[in-house]
């Protein structure tokens, strides 16, 4: 889909082997060399009202941003680590941080944007305590989502996880006799259509609104305050040449405190977001923990 709006850039990308024959964009932080460039910068959602209000705010600035839409998280980071962006924003730092280990990349987090709570919905329950035991829950597959829905699951008291969890845990550490129900793996967007097959399901924040639910409707979730939940801050990302881009770093102060893009950032979420400002050394030394976690 192309947006009429000045600074979207049609259209989402279908293939990653079109990317790779586009031309590849200079990286570098000299901010001469930026001076009257245009900025790529990758989202997933460019259609959501506020980067409208993101693009026209930075143009204030003197910053020309184009925005590149992904429909498809997996193409974003090979695009950044490819040149075809300049930075993008859409992932958080447990996300990255797989990205990178199995491609040997090295993007790094240059700001924070928000924390989202991640829920869990039922249409056939207004709470935890009615879901019975043996029901079936479902969960995001991909390998990010999967463990933080474990952990949601093993907070409500639905599932023991043997080890306690951990940012890689899997439905194989589920302490069956422990737990009080079963868990289903379906790819992320299709747990938000499956709310009329299972008793319940954690559903990406992206698919709520296709689940027909709010997200106030969630009957758990987990919480953005807990320092365990500091891997799941979502990140401006640049490739490591690039994280004192001056430029790009203006971006991030441009986002983190303008009113009118916050105020569309919340209610784009359903009036979940937690706005953070944590410095980009402590996201980088977050990313390089997780990265050796995994490992």
Partial sequence: MTFSKRGVLAASLTAFA???????????GDAEDDAGATVKLGVVGASDPYWETFVDAAEEE?????????????????????????INQFQHIIYLAQ????TGDDLQPIGATAIYPLGLYSE??????????????????????RARALLVLQSAG???LKDGGTVVSKPDDIDAGKSRVKVQELDAALTATSLGDVAAAVINNDFVEDAGVKFSDAIAQDDPS?????????????????TENP????????????????DGVYENSGDTAEFVKTPASELQESLAKVQADIK
Avoid: M
């Fill in 247 to 262: 430029t790009y770093l203006k971006l991030v102060e441009i986002y983190q405190n303008t009113q009118e893009v916050l």
């Fill in 158 to 160: 639905l599932i023991t």
């Fill in 124 to 145: 056939q329950y207004e709470s935890v305590e009615d879901i019975p035991d043996g029901a079936t829950v479902a969960i995001p597959s991909d390998e990010t989502n």
């Fill in 62 to 86: 003197g910053i020309d941003v184009e925005l590149v839409n992904f429909d498809d998280y997996n193409l974003a980071n090979p695009a950044l680590a490819a040149g075809e962006i300049d």
């Fill in 18 to 28: 079109l990317l790779l024959t586009a031309c590849s964009a200079p990286s570098g």
């Fill in 99 to 102: 990205h990178n280990n199995a």
């Fill in 226 to 242: 807990d320092p365990a939940a500091f891997p799941y801050i979502n990140i401006f990302v640049t490739r490591a040449d690039d």
